[in-house]
């Protein structure tokens, strides 16, 4: 199996402190891939460098596209990023209403990357958008209000829809529980993983929550001031932490 | 002859702590095991010698130091120590199936749903899955009432029962078992001891930890004594 991302030596930085550094992994299709640490630890630097959101400094990534292309995303044309963002990536933030329109409906929020791909009839992107929301467990009779009428756990969960519609291969997540309830999280974490299962999208998802990492990610980077400290299996890591700070990561959790 | 599936050599595992300045603690010293088709091997051991240890170290679920993991996997060895994670994820899906005592699931989804999860993940429909999901909560005596509800507020036999069939119903060929009949009564334990009879009559590897003795001398084929790792002393200070 070929990776569909590979990472190698990435680096961002601000001024003259690094955001992150030094980090390397590949992620393979249908992988699910959590980063954790400490607020500060550089994940979400990490997650915006991979997503081209923000300027590596050093290093290289490279994604390969449906077709098996490579595209080295540090030295990307912006209209190329911009393409491949709309077609097989998505980016789903911790807060729904960055990352959802909040002025029109749910349903236009889940057709615009469809229409963005050229797809203009109003029927079909109806449809399309009415399964998504039944998908994502939200009556299709919502179609036409808008997100603004969601509670915080629908509104995430739109964002999702929106975001997988025109199934993308790879999907970026910071915090996509962080802003739920404890009780709304459970479903979300459910609905999650039957999705990536279904679609067998690969996930790269920011989290300071180690026991989201533990039942949804088959692999985790731990991160310290701005490296990678330790990774591997998610189990392996929580059960049989190796560096001083994971393994002070893991015995702090709070045992319900 | 016989068909090896498991071919453990020289596995080492010592835990180091960090937080209690870097204490060494050996557990595993140069243990070797190798398994075949439809045979059952028990480990034992005084507590504390490193079972529950060998026993994760074959799942890949702690890593170790040294030696080989070989595990059979779709016509091919894989050593479990070196294996990638998404090669040991591939490999736990398909062959390496592992029943532990605690229950780890997502909260709020259904008994039945959980049980059916790894035959959805064969490729089975959801609908098909659920319905040997039932067959297996049935034979395990969870009463039909409690299979659309999570198992968060079953009982520990209940939820033991949940996951023996969870780690059991798809037909992986090699099955780890940790202390699976623990907190069952009489007439649960001859039903998962049938299950285990079951499964290495269709040729599946079983390895476990069977601190009952009537369960490990009617299941096991052989007993296998985890050595105790040299430097006995410090362990005994952290087992004590």
Redesign the interface.
């Known amino acids: 199996?070929t990776p569909i991302l590979s990472v190698r030596q990435v680096a961002k930085r601000y001024g003259q402190r690094y955001g992150c550094r030094e980090v390397s992994f590949d992620l393979?299709p249908g992988?699910v891939l959590c980063i954790v640490g400490e607020s500060g630890s550089g994940k979400s630097t990490l997650l915006s460098t991979l997503a081209g959101k923000l300027a590596a400094d050093e290093g290289e990534v490279t994604f390969r596209d449906v077709n098996g292309t490579e595209h080295d995303l540090l030295t990307l044309a912006e209209a190329d990023r911009r393409r491949l963002a709309r077609t097989e990536w998505g980016f789903v933030t911790q807060h729904a209403r960055d990352g959802l329109r909040m002025n029109v409906s749910a349903g236009a929020n889940v057709s615009e990357r469809l229409m963005a791909l050229g797809q203009r009839h109003y029927g079909e992107l109806r449809a399309t958008a009415g399964e998504w929301l039944e998908k994502v467990e939200i009556s299709a009779e919502r179609l036409d209000d808008r997100p603004s009428q969601f509670s915080g756990g629908m509104q995430q969960r739109l964002q999702i829809a929106r975001n997988l519609v025109t199934k993308p291969r790879l999907v970026f997540m910071d915090e996509p529980t962080g802003g739920l309830d404890v009780?709304v999280q459970?479903?979300f974490?459910?609905l999650l993983?039957r999705l990536v299962?279904e679609t067998g999208i690969a996930v790269i998802m920011v989290t300071h929550d180690l026991g989201v990492a533990?039942?949804l990610a088959?692999?985790t980077l731990v991160m310290q001031q701005g490296r990678v400290v330790e990774a591997?299996?998610t189990?392996?890591i929580l059960?049989?932490p190796?560096?001083?700070y994971t393994?002070?990561l893991v015995?702090s959790i709070l045992q319900a | 002859m016989t068909t090896l599936l498991i071919d453990a050599q020289n596995v080492s595992k010592t835990f180091v702590l960090h937080q209690q300045d870097g204490l060494a603690l050996p557990v595993l010293d140069d243990v070797s095991l190798q398994v075949a088709a439809g045979e059952c091997v028990a480990l034992v051991g005084p507590s504390g010698a490193g079972k529950s240890t060998f026993l994760k170290a074959l799942y890949a679920n702690y890593l170790v130091q040294a030696g080989t993991i070989g595990i059979f996997h779709r016509g091919a060895w894989v050593n479990m120590a070196t294996a990638l994670p998404h090669q040991i994820v591939e490999v736990r899906r398909h062959t390496l199936g592992y029943v532990s005592q605690f229950l780890r699931v997502i909260p709020r989804v259904s008994a039945l749903d959980i049980v059916a999860e790894p035959l959805v993940e064969w490729g089975e429909s959801q609908e098909a899955a659920r319905v040997v999901a039932g067959e297996w909560l049935a034979r395990l005596n969870i009463s039909e009432r409690l299979w659309s509800l999570p198992p968060a507020t079953f009982s520990g036999g209940e939820q033991q029962r949940v996951n023996i069939a969870r780690g059991m119903i798809a037909p992986r060929p090699i099955l780890l078992l940790d202390e699976p009949t623990a907190s069952l009564d009489a007439a649960n334990r001859a039903v998962v001891i049938a299950l285990m009879q079951e499964a290495k009559a269709r040729g599946a590897a079983l390895v476990g930890i069977f601190h009952d003795e009537a369960t490990r001398d009617t299941i096991a084929d052989r007993l296998f004594t985890v050595p105790l790792a040299r430097r006995l002393d410090t362990a005994k200070e952290l087992t004590a």
């Open positions: 199996m393979y992988e009780s459970a479903r974490l459910d993983r299962h533990r039942l088959h692999r591997g299996l189990d392996q059960d049989d190796q560096h001083p393994q002070l015995s």
